[in-house]
């Protein structure tokens, strides 16, 4: 009987990680391993689970108590930061994400490149844990390097596209008008009345940037009429609000529904304001255009307009977005003049890729094998389907942000297994609603 090693993947934001998580699955799969994966519902069931290696997207104050549990369970914890690539200072940082005595309890933390490499370690020696700090790139990364990229090769139309990229959710957040300052108390982000005016300086810039935005959107569906535009809000954002903005403009469309990678490469240009997605523009060969109108740079992160065409007014944005539909905008060169500027932050920009760097640490983990039958013990599936409801009465289960079918499961193996050149069609089984099972058989 063949016996596996176990993988848990938690998706806290679909759109930004999913596919990223489902490219490591799969190379965990091919290696032999079981992997779990879906949205945190996922959490209850590790008490009855295999013990494995739980990996989760930030070590931040409100998991410190989580990964304990799942520590004296038997389990591994893992950690790579979604949001370690840009930030707006290293202080921040470090104070907003890392400082906390969550650091005790992670195993192993991987980095997107040296420089969060050196601000992780630094933590690590503050706390005296014992933290191995790894720097292998970002899997987000792999996905927009050849030949991995070509998983996902959408149509472009015969219309030139527009992507415009906001993130106000300080100002528009999905939890209402105050919701991003509850969820920075939450994460023992706020610790004084200095951090709070801070923070409210930052609310009062986002509703302006918001309104400038606005003013943004409604200029080009005017220059670029015949054009595609298309609104993809944080998800952290309230969407709505956006949606019925663009009701006004025939070619506005509000849409987060798919990834990132999808819209931008159907897209011509892509816009932002220091943005992560101005760095994966650039990588899958857009011209990102960063719209800095207002003069704050207290909350603004550098790094994604260190790759883009940086303005502040509505004119300029226009007439690069004309260089570029007209081919008059050289993006190679663009490219090749920039690229160095991110090597200091991301360390798979070439070379191995991060997905198997992963695994190659965590190969290197001492785990038990479990039998490959284990998920066909009756007793097991009804402790899954008791845990199931608990998810349900915790209203766990169907948010907009990481709810997960098998459909979806299914189409990215799909397209990810001739690209991989997996030796075989990996099976998935669905444990609980957007939880999943992944195997070869």
Known sequence: MKKRKYLYLP????????????????????????????????????????????????????????????????????????????????????????????INEVDSYFCWGKHQKELVSKVVEEYSANTKVVNTGHPRIDLLRSPISLYENPQKTEKSTILINTKHAEYNHNKGENGWIEIMKIHNMINSQEEMDLRLDQVKYKKALFSEYKTLIEELSSEFSNSNIIVRPHPSENGNVWKIFAEDFPNVVVDRSKSVGYWIKKSDVVIHTSCTTGIEAFFLGKLP????????????????????????????????????????????????????????????????????????????????????????????????????????????????????????????????????????????????NNVYLIQNG
């Open 11 to 102: 998706i806290e934001t679909k759109s930004r990680e999913f596919e990223a998580k489902m490219l490591l699955a799969l190379e965990a799969v091919n290696r032999g391993y079981a992997v779990i994966i879906g949205n945190k519902s996922m959490n209850n069931l590790l008490k009855i689970m295999p013990t494995g290696v739980y990996f989760y997207m930030n070590s931040t104050s409100p998991m410190q108590k989580i990964f304990a549990k799942f520590k004296s369970q038997g389990h591994i914890i893992v950690v790579h930061d979604e949001e370690g690539l840009v930030q707006s200072s290293d202080q921040r940082y470090m104070d907003g994400r890392l400082r906390f005595d969550t």
């Open 289 to 432: 255009i960063t719209y800095k109108p207002i003069p704050e740079y207290r909350f603004g992160e550098a790094l994604p307009d260190l790759v883009s065409f940086e303005t502040d007014n509505v004119k300029e944005v226009v007439d690069v977005i004309h260089s570029v539909i007209d081919d008059k905008f050289n993006i190679d060169e663009h490219f090749d003049k920039n690229v160095a500027k991110l090597e200091p932050y991301i360390s798979n920009i070439s070379g191995p890729f991060s997905y198997q760097l992963i695994m190659d640490e965590i190969d290197k983990i001492p785990l038990i094998q479990y039998n490959i039958s284990y998920f066909n013990h009756i007793s097991l599936s009804m402790k899954i389907f008791v845990s199931h409801l608990s998810n349900i009465k915790n209203n766990l289960l169907n948010v907009e942000t990481r709810s997960i079918s098998l459909e979806e499961m299914n189409d990215v193996v799909d397209k990810f297994v001739p690209i991989l050149k997996l030796r075989k069609r990996p099976k998935i089984k669905k444990l609980i």
